[in-house]
């Protein structure tokens, strides 16, 4: 069903700050960084050495954003799990006729192009699962 660990994400205050303890502690290169306003967030995609794995950082753009409540509740740190697949309509289509709630009804634009889209952590053990089909050249 799966393919990869795509990116595992961390959720930060400030991005600027987190990217350089990535870069100066870990020797982690930074991949990739925008905005996506509709997820109302900041982002950077560290690379973890030649591997195609990332750390994904996460800093909220407003205090509507489910980065900001999230830091509200739970205090910065790991925020989701990120499994990459091949197509994510197919893939979503099987969760759902094993029982599990997606958070939206078609997927939504992630990092660079990406498609996107989330089991909800309460039918997953607690673990916020996000699904990425990569963009067709993308940085993947
Ligand atoms: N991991 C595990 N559990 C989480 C969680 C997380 N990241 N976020 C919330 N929960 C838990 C809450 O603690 C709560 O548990 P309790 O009922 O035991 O207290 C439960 O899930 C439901 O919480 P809620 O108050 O109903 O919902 P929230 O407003 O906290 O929203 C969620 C939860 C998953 C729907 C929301 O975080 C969401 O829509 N996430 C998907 C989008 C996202 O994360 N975007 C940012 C990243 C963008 C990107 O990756 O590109």
Redesign the pocket.
Known sequence: LFTHID?V?I?VRDLDEAIEFYETKYGMTMAHREV?EE???A?AMMAVGDSTSHI?L?APLNEQ???A??ID??GVG???M?YRVESIDDVCATLKERGLRL?YPEPKR??AGSR?N?I???DAG???V?LVEPAPGGMH
């Open positions: 990116h994400g959720a996506n997820q109302g967030v982002e994904q996460l954003s489910t980065i409540k999230f509740k739970s790991m925020q989701q990120a958070l992630g990092t996107i989330f909800h952590p309460k607690g673990v916020l996000e």
